[in-house]
């Protein structure tokens, strides 16, 4: 009853615009017809504004009836956090998993950080992530901080890259300049920009800088962990578990990817970018003293922090370093254990490396030159259907992310000497 009358008023107010607006069209005056008609319906409209009110009145008034309300007893001493129901946190992220597992009605699964404020949820209820071709739920924020956050020990690479944020759209490619620094003119420093003295009154010279692209397209990434039932229903033990067990692989991923990634539908590693400087050993499958100084020798050295990665199975070379004069690099002692450093620059023990003996188990690195682009995610899904008969869930987690040196060849000092803030040791030469 209430469309009806909405729709009839509606149709009332859109025949009086089209009198006034004809009459405007024409800059003149409503015709005595014109305003006989305008009056007549403006009188038709204000009768069914009181109809409208009416039903509104008792359409409100019928579902405050048939609203359901909890005992007293259900509700005493309980104090309920505020706002709507949709928009109150999990507890933790075992809670998550829970709801997305089992309970995807769960109105929190529909909120989305941002949309609805003020509102009804119905706007949040369209951005649900678990229907279409995503097939996923969205992590909450708060999880997806703490399932995302890095730290120096857990990851080499992220937390000391250059991270560009998701945006807006999270998966669309991004183009970057970059200063064009290949070819054997040592101005390509500067990317072709030519600086010469000019005498008085003498024509000012052209320069003109020349830049190419770096473009991030951020792949989707995906992996999955098969759990319990039980497991999971108790999802304040699953919480701890599950955590881990998924930041760990996220950030043993995307490590490996941004050292060791081919560029294919992945991320391109350092080690495979034409940025790196490769620098041949002296004895195969050895790791000696001018290996590593030939390294820092090629090193950009523009401040930053560049540190060392290397696999653990070189320990026992690199502890028995010796310098020319016979005298070891490192000075263990079975209380202190071995240096931190190796000629000046941090050692990082990666097994993530390739093995020893083949390309780029040795880096030496600045990672501020390593661009990372975010995209959207992560997100999770949870499907009973692959080990049903086995009370098992697989949960899912997929994610977006894109990275590649911002070079794209080593940097040409301004004497011709070739440098880069990628060093690799490679295989020895011929």
Do not use: C
């Amino acid at each position: 009853m209430l469309k009806a009358l909405l729709e009839k008023r509606a149709k009332l107010v859109a025949d009086m615009k089209a009198i006034i607006d004809k009459a405007e069209a024409e800059d003149r005056d409503l015709t005595a017809e014109e305003l006989e008609t305008f009056d007549k319906l403006k009188a038709e409209k204000a009768s069914l504004d009181l109809r409208v009110e009416r039903a509104e009145l008792l359409e409100a008034s019928t579902a405050q009836l048939d609203s359901v309300r909890p005992a007293a007893a259900r509700g005493g001493g309980i104090v309920r956090p505020p706002g709507p129901e949709a928009r109150r946190e999990f507890e933790s992220l075992g809670q998550f998993f829970h709801a997305v597992r089992f309970a995807r009605n769960d109105p929190r699964l529909s909120y989305i950080e941002g949309v609805g404020s003020g509102e009804d949820l119905s706007a949040a209820n369209d951005m649900r992530m678990d229907t279409g071709t995503t097939g996923g739920f969205a992590i909450p924020p708060q999880f997806r901080n703490e399932l995302m956050r890095i730290e120096a020990q857990d990851s080499m690479i992220r937390p000391r890259a250059t991270v560009i944020p998701a945006g807006d759209p999270p998966d669309a490619p991004l183009t970057f300049p970059a200063l064009d620094q290949s070819g054997t003119n040592p101005q390509n420093m500067y990317g072709g920009v030519q600086v010469q003295w000019i005498a008085e009154g003498a024509a000012k010279p052209q320069t003109d800088a020349a830049l190419t692209d770096v473009t991030l397209e951020p792949h989707e990434i995906a992996g999955h962990i098969v759990v319990t039932d039980k497991l999971l229903r108790n999802w304040q033990a699953a919480d701890a578990l599950l955590r881990n067990l998924l930041r760990g692989a996220v950030l043993a991923a995307e490590d490996y990817a941004f050292l060791r990634g081919n560029g294919v539908g992945k991320p391109l590693g350092a080690i495979n970018a034409g940025a790196a400087y490769a620098v041949n050993r002296a004895t195969a499958n050895q790791v000696n003293y001018p290996d590593l100084v030939n390294m820092v020798a090629r090193l950009l050295m523009r401040g930053g922090a560049p540190l060392w990665s290397l696999p653990q199975s070189a320990l026992p070379q690199i502890a028995q370093l010796k310098d020319p004069n016979d005298n070891y690099i490192w000075h263990e002692n079975a209380r202190d254990g071995f240096a931190g450093t190796l000629l000046g620059y941090p050692v990082r023990w990666n097994n993530r490396a390739p093995a020893l003996g083949t390309k780029g188990d040795v880096v030496l690195a600045d990672w501020s030159y390593y661009l990372i682009k975010d995209g959207s995610g992560p997100f999770v899904a949870a499907s009973e259907h692959v080990h049903f008969i086995n009370n098992k869930t697989v949960i899912k987690i997929f994610w977006n992310v894109d990275g590649q040196p911002w070079l794209q060849a080593p940097f040409k000092e301004e004497n011709g000497y070739q440098v880069s803030p990628f060093v690799v040791l490679d295989v020895p030469a011929g």
